[in-house]
């Protein structure tokens, strides 16, 4: 029935560039076929409940929507052919014109308001007020012949006519919206208010060089009550009705609505028809060309989207209508019923029904040109309510074999999660498909793993097996991701056995699945011995996982070789092995010793194992030892020195020396092995000892440099006079003038100080001194509720004559003159011994 335009290329690019239709035909049949056999269609007039075709032998045919004839209904109504048919809104009255010079309006269920009317000229459209099924002053309607006619009933029940325009040529097709009419005569469209009774103004029509415009029939469309569409020759026009704005009303005596012309646009067809659709447009298109043998070639129906004065085509089918190659643009109508999106196309001997696909339809036509993944996105986005004739699973299964035909197996896959979820049967059910070509590989990554979803077990060591023998990698990766509980682990491990004893690569992959699987099993100490036989650090986290400390005592050497960070970090976080075993455990081997030790004095800093840590710092980490032994005082100061000794570690001794009250030894240290002055100088400044002193400076006295820096940084710390005298007559000292100058500016410096400090305390002194004398010479309230310390009764007597004399100590303490001892100057209260 439709005939997409694509160019006749091989079938593969032709179902690559097809563009998904946008409407579905369906010819009109059953009795309309024998009624176009003896008689030809001229109009049709469609409504939600019937169809009515008008005939050439003015007959009209009531149809249900399937074509059968509603044979009470068919009407005979003229004697040629009919013009046009018009049917109110609740499809209760049917109006028709025609040449014959007659109107008829023939209510379908009262004859009440039914009308026979004979104008006397050729009648050649007529519009019905879409409310005339209402009572009241809607029972009115149009007539167009050489001018156009408004009857409407009286009070009384006569026809009132009312001459609308005329002047203008003859009228040639009419269309009433809600409150507007809009009809074309020969000088182009005019828009009528029929409530305002004005009109709105003419819309000209351009002429066409070469073409009568009148040979064209004009075709008018409400697409809404505000929008008109109009298609005439080869032009389209969409209008707006819309109001004046206030200013313009102010200015001038206007109607209150104009005609706003929106989009003009010529197309490269005759227009037969013009209908809306959403917000795009549908166009009944008539061939511009004639065929090789002068013939009318193909009517088409476009689906195009405007915008200004341009437009785009969304969708163009070539229809097969009987006997086009003999009709003309007028021959053609197209009907429609908004509220549906259902066109009724209509030749003299063919009607065909176009309308949107649907969702089934959509998907099927996705179906057919292998687009699966389009129509899964309609089944997925879209109500299922919508949808009758498909569901996700049924094309889901197609687009799985139609992947697999194309060996596209890891889209397969994904499709197999996206389609089948949780559905645990119709998994089982196809992937037997993905064995059959042994690709369970590429769906393993999207079948359904957690318990409360999963499939039978023999699917999951299928899928086992398969990468056993083809993928180690996978096959490690698989036993690692997956729950043991999916699939029988015993025979897995069986499998891994027997195919060691074959395979020659991989071995180590193998190994360690199989150390997984063991785990599985509980069977920990041939999981332990072959992850440590492999050198794996998976082996930790066996250990903590299953609380395997009790069981790895004897394999400590090998777990520090394996991995000494983590060893120690397992040891130390649970300690369920004390240290004195794993002290015994590592003493072969010093260094691991110390590396654990070291770790375990951070987070057991109690000073057990010091004694062994002075040695093993000394041996691996020096940098550590000094500090180490300042912080420490958990051991034997004569051991760690004799080590340090035996090793030459100079700074280590002079500290230790100095802790064991060797003050002049370790000075001694200082100045002729470590030769640093500054050090000394601390030293000397640390220990605070004259003699101390006395020795650096005796020590110095045959060097000059030393004697140098001395007089440069001793001014602060000792009396420089000291050194001074020392220095032996005739000793060239380098830099002595200057060194004898930051001497005395340094001494100075330290006196200037020592004197402004005393400054500041005398000053202190005094201020603090009037404070204390201000605060005490202050007057100390007292209150009414403040209470004798001797008598307990109030102070403060409200009769005057028994008020006597109070005292009140600086502790806000207070007391009746005649209640204290006297002579007495402190409190009893604080001070209770003086009673």
């Known amino acids: 029935m439709s005939e997409p335009s694509v160019n006749d290329t091989s079938e593969t690019e032709?179902?690559?560039?097809?563009?998904?239709?946008?409407?579905?035909?369906?010819?009109?049949?059953?009795?309309?076929?024998?009624?176009?056999?003896?008689s030809s269609a001229t109009c049709i007039g469609v409504h939600p409940k019937f169809v009515c075709l008008g005939s050439h032998w003015g007959v009209i045919h009531l149809l249900d929507h399937q074509g059968n004839s509603i044979k009470s209904k068919e009407l005979r109504p003229h004697t040629v052919a009919v013009n046009q048919i018009c049917i109110d809104g609740s499809g209760e009255y049917i109006a028709t014109c025609s040449d014959d010079g007659k109107v008829f309006i023939h209510g379908?269920?009262?004859?009440?308001?039914?009308?026979?009317?004979?104008?006397?000229?050729?009648?050649?459209?007529?519009?019905?007020?879409?409310?005339?099924?209402?009572?009241?002053?809607?029972?009115?309607?149009?007539?167009?012949?050489?001018?156009?006619?408004?009857?409407?009933?009286?009070?009384?029940?006569?026809?009132?006519?009312?001459?609308?325009?005329?002047?203008?040529?003859?009228?040639?097709?009419?269309?009433?919206?809600?409150?507007?009419?809009?009809?074309?005569?020969?000088?182009?469209?005019?828009?009528?208010?029929?409530?305002?009774?004005?009109?709105?103004?003419?819309?000209?029509?351009?002429?066409?060089?070469?073409?009568?415009?009148d040979k064209f029939r004009c075709n008018l469309r409400w697409a809404d009550s505000r929008t008109l569409l109009i298609g005439w020759v080869d032009t389209v026009r969409v209008c707006v009705i819309r109001k004046r704005s206030n200013f313009e009303m102010a200015n001038r005596d206007l109607p209150e609505f104009l005609v706003d012309p929106v989009s003009t646009f010529q197309t490269e067809f005759y227009i037969c028809?013009?209908?809306?659709?959403?917000?795009?447009?549908?166009?009944?298109?008539?061939?511009?060309?004639?065929?090789?043998?002068?013939?009318?070639?193909?009517?088409?129906?476009?689906?195009?989207?405007?915008?200004?004065?341009?437009?785009?085509?969304?969708?163009?089918?070539?229809?097969?209508?009987?006997?086009?190659?003999?009709?003309?643009?007028?021959?053609?109508?197209?009907?429609?019923?908004?509220?549906?999106?259902?066109?009724?196309?209509?030749?003299?001997?063919?009607?065909?029904?176009?309308?949107?696909?649907?969702?089934?339809?959509?998907?099927?036509?996705?179906?057919?040109?292998?687009?699966?993944?389009?129509?899964?996105d309609i089944l997925m986005q879209s109500d299922s309510r919508h949808i009758h004739r498909h569901t996700v699973q049924s094309v889901g299964i197609d687009y799985l074999d139609h992947l697999l035909s194309r060996e596209m197996y890891d889209e397969a896959g994904k499709l197999c999660m996206k389609i089948f979820g949780k559905d645990s049967n119709t998994w089982e059910d196809q992937i037997y498909k993905f064995a059959t070509v042994h690709q369970l590989r590429s769906v393993s990554p999207y079948i359904p793993r957690t318990l409360d979803s999963k499939l039978n077990p023999h699917i999951y060591e299928m899928i086992l097996y398969e990468f056993l023998k083809l993928d180690a990698q996978g096959f490690l990766n698989l036993v690692k991701e997956w729950n043991p509980s999916l699939y029988n682990v015993s025979a897995v491990i069986n499998a891994v056995l027997e195919h060691l004893l074959v395979c020659e690569v991989d071995k180590n992959l193998y190994l360690e699945a199989?150390?997984?699987?063991?785990?599985?099993?509980?069977?920990?100490?041939?999981?332990?011995?072959?992850?440590?036989?492999?050198?794996?650090?998976?082996?930790?986290?066996?250990?903590?996982?299953?609380?395997?400390?009790?069981?790895?005592?004897?394999?400590?050497?090998?777990?520090?070789?394996?991995?000494?960070?983590?060893?120690?970090?397992?040891?130390?976080?649970?300690?369920?092995?004390?240290?004195?075993?794993?002290?015994?455990?590592?003493?072969?081997?010093e260094l691991h010793l110390y590396r654990f030790l070291d770790e375990y004095d951070k987070k057991n800093p109690k000073g057990k194992y010091h004694r062994?840590?002075?040695?093993?710092?000394?041996?691996?980490?020096?940098?550590?030892?000094?500090?180490?032994?300042?912080?420490?005082?958990?051991?034997?100061?004569?051991?760690?020195?004799?080590?340090?000794?035996?090793?030459?570690?100079?700074?280590?001794?002079?500290?230790?020396?100095?802790?064991?009250?060797?003050?002049?030894?370790?000075l001694d240290l200082i100045i002729n092995e470590l030769k640093d002055m500054q050090q000394a100088i601390s030293f000397c400044q640390e220990h605070d000892d004259p003699d101390l002193w006395n020795d650096l400076?005796?020590?110095?006295?045959?060097?000059?440099?030393?004697?140098?820096?001395?007089?440069?940084s001793i001014g602060t710390y000792v009396d420089p006079t000291v050194l001074v005298q020392?220095?032996?007559?005739?000793?060239?000292?380098?830099?002595?003038?200057?060194?004898?100058?930051?001497?005395?500016?340094?001494?100075?410096?330290?006196?200037s100080v020592q004197e402004g400090c005393k400054k500041i305390l005398v000053s202190d002194y005094f201020n603090l001194l009037r404070k204390l004398v201000k605060t005490q010479q202050k007057g100390i309230g007292v209150s009414e509720e403040l209470m004798c310390g001797a008598c307990h009764h109030m102070v403060l007597e409200k009769d005057p004559s028994r008020c006597t004399n109070i005292t009140v100590f600086n502790c806000k303490h207070a007391f009746h003159e005649q209640c204290l001892p006297e002579n007495t100057t402190r409190c009893g209260i604080c001070y209770p011994s003086d009673k």
């Not at 220095?727 to 330290?750: A, C, D, H």
Request: with cysteine; net charge negative.
């Open 14 to 38: 032709s179902l690559e560039d097809e563009i998904e239709p946008k409407l579905k035909y369906v010819r009109l049949s059953n009795d309309l076929q024998n009624i176009l056999l003896t």
């Open 108 to 213: 379908l269920f009262s004859k009440e308001n039914s009308l026979h009317l004979n104008v006397g000229r050729l009648v050649k459209t007529v519009a019905l007020d879409p409310l005339y099924y209402k009572n009241g002053a809607n029972r009115r309607f149009i007539t167009g012949d050489d001018k156009l006619t408004l009857y409407e009933r009286t009070f009384l029940g006569s026809l009132k006519p009312t001459v609308l325009c005329e002047s203008e040529g003859l009228v040639r097709s009419l269309c009433w919206g809600e409150n507007f009419i809009a009809w074309s005569s020969n000088i182009g469209v005019r828009v009528y208010d029929i409530t305002a009774r004005c009109s709105l103004g003419l819309i000209k029509w351009e002429e066409h060089p070469g073409i009568s415009i």
């Open 273 to 376: 028809g013009i209908a809306p659709l959403d917000h795009q447009l549908v166009l009944l298109g008539f061939p511009k060309e004639l065929d090789e043998n002068q013939k009318s070639l193909r009517p088409q129906l476009y689906i195009v989207e405007y915008r200004d004065n341009d437009y785009s085509d969304v969708c163009t089918d070539s229809l097969s209508l009987r006997g086009y190659e003999e009709y003309t643009v007028n021959d053609y109508h197209l009907d429609v019923l908004i509220e549906e999106n259902r066109f009724f196309i209509v030749a003299p001997r063919d009607v065909v029904i176009a309308s949107p696909y649907d969702l089934d339809d959509r998907i099927q036509w996705f179906i057919q040109h292998n687009k699966f993944e389009e129509a899964l």
């Open 514 to 589: 199989l150390a997984i699987l063991y785990s599985f099993l509980k069977r920990y100490d041939k999981s332990l011995s072959m992850y440590l036989k492999l050198k794996h650090k998976d082996v930790f986290t066996l250990i903590q996982k299953h609380n395997l400390y009790g069981v790895i005592q004897d394999m400590l050497i090998d777990l520090m070789e394996l991995d000494h960070k983590k060893t120690i970090a397992l040891l130390l976080e649970k300690n369920s092995i004390s240290s004195d075993k794993i002290v015994e455990k590592l003493k072969p081997t």
């Open 612 to 666: 062994e840590l002075v040695r093993l710092y000394a041996i691996f980490a020096r940098e550590k030892l000094l500090p180490f032994l300042k912080k420490s005082d958990h051991y034997p100061i004569q051991e760690a020195l004799d080590i340090c000794k035996k090793e030459r570690f100079y700074p280590e001794m002079v500290y230790l020396l100095g802790r064991m009250g060797n003050i002049e030894e370790a």
């Open 697 to 712: 400076i005796n020590h110095s006295l045959d060097k000059p440099e030393f004697i140098k820096f001395l007089l440069q």
């Open 726 to 751: 020392k220095i032996r007559n005739g000793m060239e000292v380098p830099g002595l003038k200057n060194s004898l100058v930051k001497m005395l500016y340094q001494y100075n410096l330290q006196v």
